[in-house]
């Protein structure tokens, strides 16, 4: 698609979307990372274990955030937003977990995911 999003399309996607891409800079180096997410109130979460990205966004908290909708060559979306990493204690993680927690409980795991994911093992 060329051509610009309205607010409300782009609030849509990002609404829509579970999976975008976080890219970050520190060093010289850049580094971009696909991640699953919640979006709200101008807001994008994102739970994460200790790693490269969370280094490099304590070194540089300027991020970018992209997410697509891609139905053929001719037909997608995309949505590339720039922000400002913040890392989330207290009652702010625990309401980001909550925000995170709702966005995914609507969807089905899979039944192979192993047990140490929280999910029963099924044996055949």
């Known amino acids: ?30 580094y971009v990372v696909p991640l699953s997410y919640a979006y709200k109130s101008g807001n994008i979460y994102i739970h994460t274990v200790e790693g490269q990205k969370i280094d490099m966004m304590r070194m540089n908290p300027n991020v970018v955030f992209e997410i697509d909708r891609i139905v053929d060559l001719n037909n997608w979306q995309s949505v590339v937003i720039n922000g400002i990493y913040k890392e989330l204690k207290g009652k702010e993680a625990d309401e980001a977990m909550r925000i995170l927690a709702s966005r995914f409980m609507p969807f089905n795991t899979s039944k192979t995911v192993p047990s140490k994911y929280g999910m029963e093992k099924i044996h055949s």
């Open 1 to 30: 698609m060329l051509g610009k999003l309205a607010n409300d399309q782009i609030d849509y996607l990002l609404r829509s979307e579970t999976v975008g891409r976080l890219g970050c800079q520190a060093d010289g180096m850049v």
